[in-house]
């Protein structure tokens, strides 16, 4: 499991920073009579699915099976929408109450976002809608020439802030002291400052520098900023797969990276174009680092074969290039 979510928070008390959101989030919960409807904005890996999470197990006492969380990215349109719009009449399963998390909502379609309408202003007292977005703005951009759209008036809006720096320090030394992870200090510095006040992206920063032998490699990584937190579970366990796991210990295998390209292409929650793309930054990492042997030997191949699948000339990226770029690689 990555350290980001291995550490992700699960109650209100064990959350970094936003220590002013935390108080009207308990203030808006103590009131008997409140919004059902709430909208978390603010940079990415900041922690807004993580606060609903959080919000929805501790304030409302739901637990996993009755929490819905929906990619907005790829479930955008309104027979989506309608799907999950159904399946609110139903009663929760175990807990007192249904929880939709909306993540990445900026994406949704106008027809999808009236749909919405709706719920968000009489959905039933067993439902809770979290709207979470990098881009309020898109959000809420209004869709037939109006300034801003309708669910506007409907949400409940709090904006999640980046860690500040003391805050920062504070988790990426709690992590690194857990885990057993001896940085210097100058690359406990650096992932500070690369992270920009994101909890995700500075606790995939240290997993990845955590597996290389030197100080001089950690900071080249950090220092070109080839740290991501783009891309999900699948997508790094791809990269994983095709390069070694970042002190894993894991070796390179072609059969658990073609695994990966099955499951994503049958679930449908990630594109080639992305997938071979992020391919080649972690290669270019592992490269930067200078580092010889096996993994940097691996990371030149995958870099050379992707590289030439997914040129911006190149206008074919389906699931059968990806493939023959991971075949090519293992060759």
């Not at 309608?82 to 929880?99: C, D, F, G, H, Q």
Request: proline residues 4%; negative net charge; contains cysteine.
């Amino acid at each position: 499991m990555s350290l980001y979510k291995e550490h992700r928070p699960q109650t209100l008390a064990e959350v970094k920073g936003n220590t002013a959101l935390i108080a009207a989030i308990k203030a808006h919960f103590s009131k008997p009579n409140h919004n059902h409807a709430i909208l978390l904005y603010g940079p990415s890996g900041c922690g807004k699915t993580t606060l609903a999470r959080a919000v929805s197990k501790e304030f409302l006492g739901v637990v996993d099976t009755d929490i819905d969380e929906i990619n907005c990215s790829d479930k955008n349109g309104v027979e989506d929408i309608r799907n999950t719009i159904e399946a609110m009449k139903n009663l929760p399963l175990t807990s007192e109450y249904n929880v939709f998390i909306m993540d990445e909502c900026q994406n949704l379609s106008p027809a999808a976002k009236s749909a919405l309408l709706k719920p968000c202003e009489d959905g039933g007292d067993f439902n809770y809608i979290f709207f979470c977005t990098t881009n309020p703005d898109k959000f809420f951009k209004g869709d037939k020439g109006e300034k801003v759209s309708a669910l506007t008036t409907r949400l409940t809006q709090w904006k999640v802030e980046p860690l500040s720096k003391s805050d920062a320090m504070k988790l990426v030394d709690e992590v690194a002291t857990k885990e057993g992870i001896d940085i210097d200090d100058e690359v406990f510095n650096k992932i500070v400052e690369v992270g920009e006040g994101s909890p995700r992206s500075m606790l995939v920063a240290l997993e990845q520098v955590a597996g290389m032998n030197s100080k001089d490699e950690q900071l080249k990584v950090l220092s070109n900023k080839v740290v991501s937190d783009e891309g999900s579970e699948d997508a790094r366990n791809f990269c994983m797969a095709l390069m070694g796991g970042f002190g894993s210990g894991n070796p390179p295998s072609q059969s658990a990276a073609l695994a990966c390209i099955k499951k994503m292409k049958t679930e449908g929650k990630e594109d080639p174009m992305s997938l071979g793309k992020m391919a080649m930054a972690w290669a270019n990492g592992i490269l930067l680092s200078g580092k010889s042997g096996d993994k940097f030997n691996q990371a030149a191949s995958v870099l050379q074969n992707f590289d030439k699948h997914f040129d911006t000339n190149n206008i074919d990226y389906g699931w059968h290039v990806l493939t023959l770029a991971v075949i090519e690689t293992f060759a």
